[in-house]
């Protein structure tokens, strides 16, 4: 497609379940980053990847949290033993390498775990 | 690592009007800074960057100005409308190893244009 997809754009989730979080980046972006957005509040930076480097996990919140990323495509963040203050906008973004380049985010997904 | 602090966090002026909106940010090695715009239920949107190696920076009715040495930068909206209406981010970045960007975010603030 021509943006950054995330599904699902909604979850709702009872504490203690597993969830996952899908998303695809722009054709040909070898950085793809996921933010989380608490209600009200600024984006906080949760993990980096690029291309086959090891990825910058320093913004997970606890080992709860997980992502992976195959190769230039598709990531999936996993959320385990979800809490309720898990509930946020879990949003991804992709880029091409390099300071000079848009990072683009996508539309972000909704979880509430309730 | 890096901090960044954005006022005010809500602003309401009317249509026609403009609108200033200032972060600071506390690393002396970021050397990006670009601006989100953010409307209900969707994701941050680019509206303009600058980076280090200059001080101001204009497309239309959007303007960035950074100052380096106080480590302050500011957007600024001229001839605001009821479009322009919706949270906005700054934000500040150094680029990390294998060529990304690790943006710093601020707090966001509502921009409100009163017809």
């Known amino acids: 497609g021509a943006g950054v997809s995330q599904s699902p754009s909604n979850k709702v989730t009872e504490k203690g379940k597993d969830v996952e979080l899908r998303c695809d980046p722009i054709?040909?972006?070898?950085?793809l980053y996921w933010y989380r957005q608490r209600l009200g509040q600024g984006l906080e930076f949760l993990i980096y990847?690029?291309?086959?480097?090891?990825?910058?996990k320093s913004g997970l919140p606890s080992d709860r949290f997980s992502a992976e990323r195959t190769g230039e495509s598709v990531s999936t963040l996993t959320i385990q033993r979800t809490q309720q203050e898990d509930s946020a906008v879990y949003l991804c973004?992709?880029?091409?390498?390099?300071?000079?380049?848009?990072?683009?985010f996508g539309e972000g997904s909704w979880l509430t775990v309730v | 690592g890096e901090n960044v602090e954005q006022h005010p966090s809500t602003l309401s002026v009317q249509e026609g009007d403009s609108a200033v909106i200032k972060c600071t940010y506390s690393?002396?090695?970021?050397?990006?800074f670009p601006w989100y715009k953010q409307e209900l239920g969707k994701g941050p949107q680019l509206i303009i960057d600058?980076?280090?190696?200059?001080g101001e920076k204009k497309d239309q009715r959007i303007a960035v100005t950074l100052n380096k040495t106080a480590k302050h930068f500011s957007l600024h909206i001229t001839e605001t409308q009821p479009e322009d209406s919706a949270v906005y981010f700054c934000?500040?970045?150094?680029?990390?190893?294998?060529?990304?960007?690790?943006?710093?975010f601020g707090t966001g603030t509502q921009l409100k244009v009163e017809l």
């Open positions: 990847f690029q291309g086959n480097s090891a990825p910058d």
């Open positions: 054709s040909g972006h070898t950085a």
């Open positions: 600058i980076r280090s190696n200059v």
């Open positions: 690393d002396s090695a970021s050397n990006y």
């Open positions: 973004a992709s880029s091409q390498t390099g300071l000079r380049h848009t990072i683009y």
């Open positions: 934000a500040a970045s150094k680029e990390l190893t294998g060529g990304g960007n690790k943006l710093t």
